[in-house]
Structures are given as structure tokens and as C-alpha cells.
């Protein structure tokens, strides 16, 4: 029996990088039928990739570690099933047909949430969860590094053209709309170029792992597939 993980199943859900205005003169306008060209059963009253998404013939699903990334990532909620794509003004964006399922997860009520800040979003919200703050750190695309540890200590960035500075100009603050406001600061000056700078390349695929990304940052497209990020 062959071991399944849920990079297939991420890819369909995690689409980034204004999906709106995909072209779609070469993709199909025909919402993909899991079942009948994957062999995989969609178990649509179901509300975690693990349970929505059965694993095709010959396959099983692998067993992720508790407090895994691989873990959080199959075992969080889901949207009910036919849920549209919403904007951040919760307009529907107009390609709806290329997913299958929908994180139930805010985006805020700016449009900075894109690209490489969906992967940046769930990694920060799974060590906020497993109150891992002190690995809570995002290079701007500057290069500059931000901690989660100093901005909830009051640390504040000053961005003037490329120039950034740091100084600390308000109090403690450990709250969860602090550790949001957080993310949207890092979601602002942070991106893909950033993100692919301060990850670590896999390079078997015997070694993907629920939570790796597959960045491109040349060309500004990535896909979420399979591992979490390392230092």
C-alpha cells in the first residue's frame, strides 16, 4: 500500500497569487471531477482535508505527528463544501471552478493576504497555536527580519523608500489582533522573494512532507504542496 500526502490536495485549495485574473483561455471551464479522474472520493458533509478527500485506489493516507505541521494542516477546518473564494471585501472572485475546498480562515479587511502570504499566514497561525513564538520571524523582501517575540514587545518598522528601521514606540502586547496586525505588517513588506531566501531547498522527492512549498519567485507563482518551512 503506497503512502499518500496531501500535496495534491493543497494545491487545489491554496491557488495564490490573484486568482482572479488568471487567464483562462488554457484551462478548462469544467469544475475537475476528483472522483472520476483521480479515483478519489469527495466526502463533501466532511470539513478537514483528511476527512473530505478519501486517498485514491492502491494509496493510503500517511499518519502525521500530533503536534505536526503536517498535522495542522490536514486537520484544519474547512469551509462546507461548494464554499466560494472570497476577497478580502468578501466579493466572490470570478474563477470559481478550480477548487475543492476552502480554509475557514480570514483574510483581513485589506488586500494584502496573496501569494506567498497565505503560506507565511497558516506557518505563523500553526506556531502561534503551538506557542512556538520564538520561531515567529519574517524577512522583509528588504532583507530585514522581524520576530513576532519584538513586536509584541513594542517593536515597530519605519519602511522610507528601501531603508528600514526598527525602534520600539509601544507597549506589550501579546494578544491574538496584536499577533494579526503582525502578520499584516509582515504580509505588507514580506513576499515571495523573501520567503524563498529564507527556506531550505528539498531535494528528493522521498523527502516532501506535508507543508513544503514549491516557490518560483522569478516569475512571482507558487504553489503550496507539501512540508513546513526550516531554518
Not at 20 to 36: F, G, H, R, V, Y
Not at 163 to 171: D, E, I, L, N, Y
Not at 208 to 219: A, H, N, R
Request: glycine share 6%.
Amino acid at each position: 500500500m503506497k503512502k499518500i500526502i496531501s500535496g495534491i490536495v493543497m494545491t487545489i485549495i491554496l491557488w495564490s497569487c490573484s486568482q482572479d485574473k488568471a487567464p483562462k483561455n488554457n484551462i478548462s471551464q469544467e469544475k475537475t471531477d476528483l472522483t472520476s479522474k483521480n479515483s478519489v472520493s469527495v466526502n463533501k458533509e466532511k470539513n478537514t482535508i483528511k476527512e473530505r478527500f478519501s486517498a485514491p485506489e492502491g494509496y493510503e493516507w500517511q499518519d502525521e505527528k500530533q503536534n505536526s505541521f503536517g498535522y495542522f494542516i490536514e486537520n484544519f477546518k474547512l469551509k462546507p463544501y461548494g464554499s466560494q473564494i472570497l476577497r478580502y471585501d468578501d466579493a466572490p472572485i470570478s474563477t470559481q471552478h478550480l477548487h475543492e475546498a476552502v480554509f475557514d480562515i480570514d483574510t483581513g479587511n485589506k488586500d494584502l493576504q496573496q501569494c506567498a502570504d497565505a503560506v507565511i499566514r497558516l506557518r505563523a497561525e500553526y506556531l502561534y497555536a503551538m506557542k512556538r513564538s520564538d520561531e515567529i520571524q519574517f524577512h522583509f523582501t528588504s532583507g530585514d527580519l522581524l520576530k513576532w517575540n519584538d513586536y509584541k514587545n513594542g517593536t515597530r518598522a519605519f519602511v522610507s523608500g528601501n531603508s528600514v528601521s526598527f525602534r520600539k514606540t509601544a507597549g506589550f502586547d501579546d494578544s491574538y489582533p496584536s499577533f494579526r496586525n503582525y502578520l499584516d505588517l509582515i504580509f505588507n513588506y514580506a513576499g515571495t522573494i523573501s520567503l524563498n531566501k529564507e527556506t531550505q531547498p528539498v531535494l528528493k522527492n522521498s523527502d516532501l512532507k506535508t507543508g513544503d512549498i514549491l516557490i518560483t519567485p522569478e516569475v512571482r507563482d507558487m504553489w503550496f504542496c507539501c512540508r513546513g518551512m526550516q531554518k
